[in-house]
């Protein structure tokens, strides 16, 4: 049974800094991509970052965070992170972490996806002030 579960959420001032953690257990995350996501209220879901699985090609970011945020993984803890620098009021969100059945190495628009991902985490709130 595959269990993702986020930390590191909180509250911020613009400007500021938080790096979740997705900790995940029942198989290794090395073998298969993963993403995060978020969903701000009144709005639907929406791509953030993913990192294709270890012997992939490497990682996407939507535009809106591009140079701000920055995914990774550490595959002997089974943790994937975001780095999230220069956060804005925008980014607030609750933020949610997911893990791909499918093999995916190459950067690619599935992975912007959330139907290409099976599991999800619960999620963590991020709460940006101005």
């Known amino acids: 049974q595959v269990q993702l579960v986020e930390s590191g959420g909180g509250l911020v001032q613009a400007g500021g800094s938080l790096r979740l953690s997705c900790a995940a257990s029942g198989r290794p995350i090395r073998f298969y991509p993963m993403g995060w996501f978020r969903q701000a209220p009144g709005k639907e879901r929406e791509f953030v970052a993913a990192?294709?699985?270890?012997?992939?090609?490497?990682?996407d970011y939507a535009d809106s965070v591009k140079g701000r945020f920055t995914i990774s993984r550490d595959n002997p803890k089974n943790t994937v992170y975001l780095q999230m620098n220069s956060l804005k009021p925008e980014d607030t969100a609750v933020y949610y972490c997911?893990?791909?059945?499918?093999?995916?190495?190459?950067?690619?628009?599935?992975?912007?996806?959330?139907?290409?991902?099976?599991?999800w985490g619960q999620g963590t709130q991020v709460t940006v002030s101005s």
């Open positions: 997911a893990e791909t059945v499918i093999p995916i190495g190459d950067v690619e628009s599935r992975l912007r996806n959330g139907r290409t991902y099976a599991y």
């Open positions: 990192i294709t699985w270890s012997g992939g090609t490497g990682t």
